[in-house]
């Protein structure tokens, strides 16, 4: 376990569970999820994972890049996409840590179920502030391919739970995948905050139709995101490097948590750059490459 030098603030990570944080807690206060015991140790059981060599769904689990299709399974029991790459489903490796930091390794061969062979490194870092997590993938596929970043925390919700965000634009989706961008909709307009209870959202959207209040990326983001927990005298400030210029909120019905996440691309946003649709984040690496970005969560 990870403590800041004036033991307020605790992290608790599983390397071998995708190099996954467990729970992230400010004087006993959880301000990610925490892991429940009592579940199977799984990341999607986790506080946060990693998401490389990209963020969030490849369609079908085919990548259409470069004149070729790749499949680059496996696809979830839960999901018949490929989803969030596969660096939060394998062991990574701790190979430096001290009493507040400590940096995991994942190291890919070249598979035969996808074209992806890479590189990645993430630093957890406590300080009396907050935490700042900082990744990077390296492209080892021995070709071109497209990459992305990302982290996916969990969130403590309830009623009161208010996030705040300047989001100015939508990517607007028809089952899952995005198909135009457009002015975020005033009841989605997080600028002035907005509470996450579920009445505050209406009927599920069309992100997965029948089961989500909100599944949808955003962007012209500034980079700056803030989340208070008025119950709890609680709040946190999210700011990431220009590169996460995506953010993912993801609400599910009935729920007491939610999703924030600030990564590098869109939903299948590779295939769709493909297609011709402009700023989707995709950033192609060629052999030997690095895609690399901060993210910090601050305590007030």
């Not at 700042?132 to 070709?143: A, D, K, P, R």
């Not at 909120?249 to 948590?257: D, R």
Request: hydrophobic content about 35%; aromatic content about 10%.
């Amino acid at each position: 376990m990870l403590q800041s030098p004036d033991k307020k603030l605790s992290l608790e990570y599983s390397a071998e569970t995708g190099g996954s944080i467990l729970s992230f807690r400010y004087n006993g206060q959880d301000v990610f999820r925490a892991y429940d015991p009592a579940a199977p140790l799984a990341p999607l059981n986790t506080a946060s994972f990693p998401l490389t060599p990209y963020s969030n769904r490849i369609i079908g689990g085919r990548l259409d890049f470069g004149g070729k299709v790749y499949d680059v399974g496996p696809r979830a029991e839960y999901d018949v996409h490929q989803l969030h790459g596969d660096g939060w489903l394998l062991p990574w490796q701790a190979v430096a840590e001290t009493p507040d930091r400590v940096t995991l390794e994942l190291r890919t061969p070249k598979a035969a179920h996808t074209p992806y062979a890479y590189h990645a490194r993430q630093v957890y870092q406590l300080d009396n502030n907050g935490l700042e997590i900082s990744m990077s993938v390296t492209n080892e596929s021995g070709m071109a391919l497209p990459f992305g970043l990302g982290h996916h925390p969990y969130f403590p919700r309830n009623a009161q739970t208010k996030l705040t965000a300047n989001l100015p634009k939508i990517w607007q989706s028809r089952n899952i995948v995005p198909v135009d961008v457009a002015d975020t909709p005033a009841a989605w307009d997080f600028s002035k905050g907005l509470t996450l209870g579920d009445d505050r959202f209406g009927p599920p959207t069309q992100g997965v139709e029948g089961r989500d209040l909100l599944d949808h990326c955003f962007t012209g983001w500034d980079g700056t995101a803030r989340i208070d927990w008025p119950d709890r005298n609680l709040a946190l400030t999210i700011t990431a490097d220009p590169v996460f210029a995506q953010f993912v909120i993801y609400i599910p019905a009935e729920k007491p948590f939610f999703c924030a996440e600030a990564v590098t691309n869109i939903n299948d946003g590779f295939n769709l750059a493909t297609r011709g649709v402009a700023d989707t984040g995709m950033v192609v690496l060629q052999q030997g490459e690095t895609l690399s970005g901060n993210v910090r969560f601050d305590i007030s």
